[in-house]
């Protein structure tokens, strides 16, 4: 009886307009901030340049948004991409989404986050960082023995902590975000301050530390684009937004605005204090440039504003990321029990400690940055095929209501889609293994999709 009432009852409308903003600007600032700016100024060589990347990337990423913003306010539905890929192109491409989100994408992005969350930790705790067991079996890199860190258990322990908050409610994870996003953004604007207002100002460098190509150029918004990564995880949840059709696309467009200029700002700070070469040479830019202006007190502040920074983000991609694979569960497409909703806190619990539990066996295992590598590739295809479907639907369905629509059609959705071409063809020709070996694993989803098809029929 308990298992029936599960299956009817629905995800609840408990998110307002800031945990629908705070999604958006929590989940992507996470650790890009505080570390891709080396990467950039190493490829292009200038900072003229580097600002040019922000800006092309957060515009690119303002067109998704844009783009997503129509599709989330005319299907405001749990499981976001799924929803839209399915209206689009038919069921099977919304289950890849949700099949590549659950076992590798999302999983490996809580994973990362988790483990960035204690690798940081470790300036105040560097014990964390010591190998307390090994597992005598060859499942380790290259084959040896698997080392398990103090620190990963610490994150697997973070990890079920914001999945026991989630799953006892979306109203109450989505305060978390808000509360910790606020904070975030708050510590953020310290170290944008320290910079800009107390940094000395670095002697002008003469010339650039690198020729700035056109292949370096996109190698550089590979990287600024990461960094805007995220932005979408709000359409995720679009069932429990309250007034999803006014609600989702200012989430979307002012939570991207908002991140652009944090962007902007932080970047000001750090070439301000810092030369060229010293961003580029650094490890920590963020922790580097605190430390010339408030020696060893600022590069605490940083690690400390990078770990709650990170805390956010893993939150929002739990919160968000448990309803894509609920949504197709729902629809008799993926295991049954991912669809239960708790009857008590109207929650997809089951999605939620299913994705997060093998969330955690991947901070053990020491592989979830080959398998987020594996999957970038394809995810980058279902989310060109995403704004691209702001153009089918119009045609496949012209009298669908649409509360919001796309400015600048259809320019916009087409800007994103070349800027998704050149992310999949730059992953192919830099990383051509690990791209085809991530289109094997999403296909390996085939055989189950039409498994489940047949059990709904």
């Known amino acids: 009886m308990e298992l029936n009432e599960s299956r009817r009852m629905e995800l609840k409308r408990d998110l307002g307009t800031w945990p629908a903003i705070s999604i958006v600007v929590g989940t992507v600032i996470g650790s890009g901030i505080f570390l891709v700016p080396r990467t950039m100024i190493q490829q292009v060589g200038t900072v003229p340049a580097v600002f040019a ?88 890199p290259h084959g040896g023995p698997l080392d398990i860190r103090s620190g990963q258990i610490f994150a697997i322990v973070l990890i079920l902590l914001l999945a026991w908050l989630n799953y006892y409610g979306v109203k109450l994870g989505g305060n978390v975000q808000v509360a910790v996003t606020a904070v975030k ?30 292949h370096g150029f996109i190698a550089a918004l590979v990287a600024a684009l990461w960094a805007y990564d995220g932005w979408n995880n709000v359409s995720m949840v679009s069932s429990e937004i309250r007034e999803p059709q006014r609600n989702l696309p200012l989430a979307l467009i002012g939570g991207t605005l908002g991140v652009i200029g944090i962007y902007l700002l932080a970047n000001i700070a750090y070439f ?46 739990i919160l ?103 992310l999949i063809v730059s992953t192919a020709i830099d990383r051509p293994r690990e791209s085809g070996m991530g289109i094997c694993l999403i296909l390996a989803g085939l055989p189950f999709y039409f498994y489940w098809k047949r059990q709904r029929q």
């Open 53 to 140: 990347v922000w800006v092309v990337g957060g515009l690119l990423s303002l067109a998704g948004a844009l783009s997503y913003a129509e599709l989330a306010a005319a299907i405001p539905e749990a499981g976001g991409e799924y929803a839209y890929l399915r209206e689009a192109y038919g069921p099977m491409w919304g289950f890849l989404y949700s099949w590549a989100q659950l076992w590798v994408a999302k999983s490996g992005s809580i994973a990362t986050l988790g483990t960035g969350f204690f690798l940081y930790l470790t300036n105040f705790f560097p014990s964390m960082d010591t190998v307390f067991y090994s597992v005598p079996l060859p499942i380790g």
């Open 185 to 214: 953004v708050a510590l953020i604007a310290f170290v944008i301050i320290a910079g800009i207002g107390f940094g000395h100002p670095h002697a002008m460098s003469v010339g650039a530390i690198a020729p700035l190509t056109f």
């Open 272 to 317: 301000r204090v810092m030369t060229p070469a010293e961003v580029a040479g650094g490890t920590r830019v963020a922790a580097d440039m605190m430390r010339k202006v408030m020696d060893g007190f600022g590069a605490n502040a940083v690690s400390i504003a990078a770990m709650i920074s990170i805390f956010a983000a893993l939150n929002g991609s």
């Open 320 to 422: 968000s990321g448990a309803r894509v694979p609920y949504a197709a569960a729902r629809q008799g497409l993926f295991f049954r029990a991912i669809g239960n909703v708790s009857p008590k806190h109207r929650t997809p619990g089951v999605s939620i400690i299913v994705l997060t539990l093998w969330a955690c066996l991947l901070v053990l295992s020491g592989r979830y940055d080959d398998l987020f590598n594996l999957v970038i590739f394809a995810s980058w295809i279902l989310y060109g095929m995403t704004a691209a479907a702001v153009i089918v639907l119009r045609r496949k369905q012209p009298a669908l209501p649409r509360p919001y629509r796309t400015l600048g059609y259809p320019f916009v959705p087409l800007l994103f889609i070349i800027a998704a071409v050149i």
